[in-house]
């Protein structure tokens, strides 16, 4: 099994940041599959603080607390939107426009999917994005949430026609079932204030192949 310990980007008595790697659930689920909840304690001896989650096929930055204490302020700057997350996203096609920002509230669908809210419905969800690579059937792109909901870049790029290369629920794969469990999304950086002591932190998961042809 993978060793956790290899993948951590920042470490101290507060909080572990750890590289996700692409292909685990971030909590357990029924279908038996190892999760990185298990991989967590099997590595480092303790249960895992979540603060927040990446969906099982995006990789990259994930802030871990060591402490309840912790969990509650990171949690409390989440809420408050000074985290900042930016993500790297290979998208089909390419968006109308270079940089834009979609401001569209989503809302459930059914079979834990999320779809863009009719009118007067939904929760507010808002991305910015920025194009940074066009090749000859994908586009390169730079995404930064301002909120966190479920799924949000997945449903967001999709409503700008261009989803994610590899996205079996919400791109032109729908409904096969991909050979890729990978999402071509990465959590790139993040940007928070320390929980203990107020430091601002920048923490850089590196870029994954998929995204370097186009980042060079």
Known sequence: TMNLQERVLHEDD???VLNKPSGYSVLKDNTGAASL?????DSF???PLWVHRLDKGTSGVLLVARTPECRAELQRQFDKGTIEKTYLALVSGSPPKRKGTIDLPLEKARKGRFRIASPGRGVESI???EVVGVGATTSLLICRPKTGRTHQIRVHLQELGCPLATD????YLRGKPSENPHLTLHSWKIRFQHP???TRMEIVAEEPEWARADLD
């Open 14 to 16: 507060h909080l572990r």
């Open 37 to 41: 909840a298990d991989l967590y304690e």
């Open 45 to 47: 001896g303790e249960p």
């Open 127 to 129: 991305t910015d994005y």
């Open 168 to 171: 079996p629920l919400y791109g």
């Open 196 to 198: 203990e002591n107020g």
